[in-house]
């Protein structure tokens, strides 16, 4: 397994969790937060759920476009490890040469009776 594939399954499971703690958020204070109760008094309650999913966000947010920029990197690193045998004069140029003529055959446009 490479390392752009593992970069891979690690954006996908990130993109993945991002999207579960987005949707458990509501934007007008409902959401997960509010099923926990109404009341403030609540140790743990709805403020510091809030917070929670807040920060959850923003982490998962910054870790999802550090992998992708670090996959960038060794998918690069990747493509520089096979360079053109051209390029490294390593492979001999073929001369391109003319087709070969064909004959075609001459038919008869008489009706032969």
Not at 50 to 77: H, M, Q
């Given at each position: ?58 982490t998962l947010a910054i870790l999802l ?14 493509f520089a490890q096979n360079d053109s045998k051209v ?27």
């Amino acid at each position: 397994m490479s390392t752009f594939s593992l970069f891979l399954i690690l954006i996908i499971a990130v993109s993945l969790l991002l999207t579960l703690v987005i949707m458990v958020q509501n934007p007008k204070g409902g959401g997960l937060s509010s099923s926990f109760g109404g009341s403030t008094q609540v140790v743990g309650g709805v403020k510091n759920t809030n917070d929670f999913l807040d920060k959850t966000t923003w982490t998962l947010a910054i870790l999802l476009v550090a992998l992708i920029l670090l996959s960038n990197v060794s998918l690069r690193s990747g493509f520089a490890q096979n360079d053109s045998k051209v390029l490294d004069g390593s492979e001999t140029i073929i001369e391109e040469v003319a087709p070969a003529a064909v004959e075609i055959p001459a038919t008869s446009t008489e009706n032969e009776e």
